[in-house]
């Protein structure tokens, strides 16, 4: 019987069983998130896409995964993509999947590349997936009127720390939020998300 990933995603703990749990997940992870009408990276996508000046500049997918958001951001007009994430076995469905220019394997608590006009992290920073810090570090790559483009599900929407460290970026002149839109996530399991595109100051 084949693993119910879902089930058990939002009860993960440290940094390798999350990247052990992905690894597991690689096989199916793609038929998982399209039966569950996965509508976040389209979403991310195309709120990005509409605050970017130019769509041919090169972004960054952190956390990429198997490439379900590298397939939203070339749908919305992205054309050079780059991946990062931390699971071997994802980056081998990304890879096939021959959407993205560079792809990279990353470890937890690894700097993030700077010289992107956008960094993504769709799905990525919440429970069961990659810490509230994350933020601070891709932050810290982007260059003063780069954009970062980010998703926050309903599991971590109830967690006061994950908005309260955007705010603390936006509240202090950091950075600027362009467009903020809640809506579906998981819609056949009745989740939602919020996505927001800020630009650094």
Excluded at 21 to 27: E, I, L, N
Excluded at 68 to 86: H, M, N, Q, R, W
């Amino acid at each position: 019987m084949a693993e119910k990933f879902f089930d058990k995603v939002y009860g993960l703990g440290d940094a390798e069983e999350t990247r052990a749990f992905y690894d597991r997940w690689s096989d199916q992870y793609d038929a998982d998130v399209a039966g569950a009408g996965y509508a976040t990276p389209g979403r991310t996508a195309r709120l990005l896409a509409a605050h970017m000046p130019d769509l041919t500049a090169p972004i960054l997918d952190f956390g990429c995964g198997t490439g379900v958001s590298g397939e939203a951001l070339k749908a919305a007009g992205f054309t050079t993509i780059d991946g990062l994430d931390p699971s071997a076995e994802m980056l081998a469905g990304a890879r096939g999947k021959g959407l993205y220019r560079n792809l990279a394997q990353i470890a937890p608590g690894d700097p993030v590349p700077p010289g992107y006009a956008a960094i993504t992290a769709i799905g990525v920073i919440g429970c069961g997936a990659a810490p509230v810090s994350v933020f601070d570090q891709i932050m810290a790559a982007l260059a003063p009127g780069a954009r970062f483009a980010l998703s926050y599900n309903d599991h971590a929407l109830e967690e006061p720390e994950y908005e309260a460290k955007l705010k603390s970026y936006t509240d202090t002149g950091k950075a600027r939020l362009l467009a903020e839109d809640y809506g579906p996530h998981l819609p056949e399991l009745g989740t939602n998300s919020k996505v927001y595109v800020l630009k650094k100051t």
